[in-house]
Antibody
Framework: EVQLVQSGAQVKKPGQSLKISCKGS????????IGWVRQMPGKGLEWMGV????????RNSPSFEGQVTISVDKSNNTAYLQWSSLKASDTAIYYC???????????WGQGTLVTVSS | DIQMTQSPSSLSASVGDRVTITCRAS??????LNWYHQKPGKAPKLLIY???SLQSGVPSRFSGSGSGTDFTLTISSLQPEDFGTYYC??????????FGGGTKVEIK
């Protein structure tokens, strides 16, 4: 069974750093792109960027360029989303998602709630 | 960047009603259009991919159509469990994707 399991909720202060994770299982992790999706409170889905675990090719969406870093540890079947300096506006639920055949998102993580507040 | 515009942004309908949601792309995306359903507090789920292919396990009351820049999701007979928000998503520029703004469906 394919699963994407994300790390738990985080509460941080503005200016702090953070790295959240997404562990894949039940499939060949290196063969599928993993993307990250932001959902701000009460808002829609935003595609942040994507990484191919096979060669670590990562691409941020223009709106998120310079704001976050996407990385992967293929030896551990885990993708990461990282901030160096959080802002209150980073408060959101973050989902990881697998791009399956025909570029459909066929599996999602359960989401990680990140709260940034002083 | 390709922009995806959904309409309406919200709707209220009764059980048994036929519901139609539209999605317009800012440029031709061929058939690279998928639909998702999200219930409150849950991750989205794939309903339809490449315009009209039903994801395994999705009820046949859901259908998709369209081409080029204009696409439609139809629920032939709305059920109580269909409440939530529906999103279209283009994958023409894969692996960079774009979502529509969402359509919130409420049951009267």
């Amino acid at each position: 069974e394919v699963q994407l399991v994300q790390s738990g909720a985080q509460v941080k202060k503005p200016g702090q750093s953070l790295k959240i994770s997404c562990k894949g299982s039940g499939y060949s992790f290196t063969d599928y792109w993993i993307g990250w999706v932001r959902q701000m409170p009460g808002k829609g889905l935003e595609w942040m960027g994507v990484i191919y675990p096979g060669d670590s090719d990562s691409r941020n969406s223009p709106s998120f360029e310079g704001q976050v870093t996407i990385s992967v540890d293929k030896s551990n079947n885990t993708a990461y989303l990282q901030w160096s300096s959080l802002k209150a506006s980073d408060t959101a639920i973050y989902y990881c998602a697998r791009l399956g055949q025909q570029s459909k998102i066929d599996y999602w993580g359960q989401g990680t709630l990140v709260t940034v507040s002083s | 960047d390709i922009q995806m515009t959904q309409s309406p942004s919200s709707l209220s309908a009764s059980v048994g009603d036929r519901v139609t949601i539209t999605c317009r792309a800012s440029q031709n995306i061929n058939n690279y259009l998928n639909w998702y359903h999200q219930k409150p507090g849950k991750a989205p789920k794939l309903l339809i991919y490449v315009v009209s292919s039903l994801q395994s396990g999705v009820p046949s009351r859901f259908s998709g159509s369209g081409s080029g820049t204009d696409f439609t999701l139809t629920i032939s007979s709305l059920q109580p469990e269909d409440f939530g928000t529906y999103y279209c998503q283009q994958s023409y520029t894969t692996p960079q994707l774009t979502f529509g703004g969402g359509t919130k469906v409420e049951i009267k």
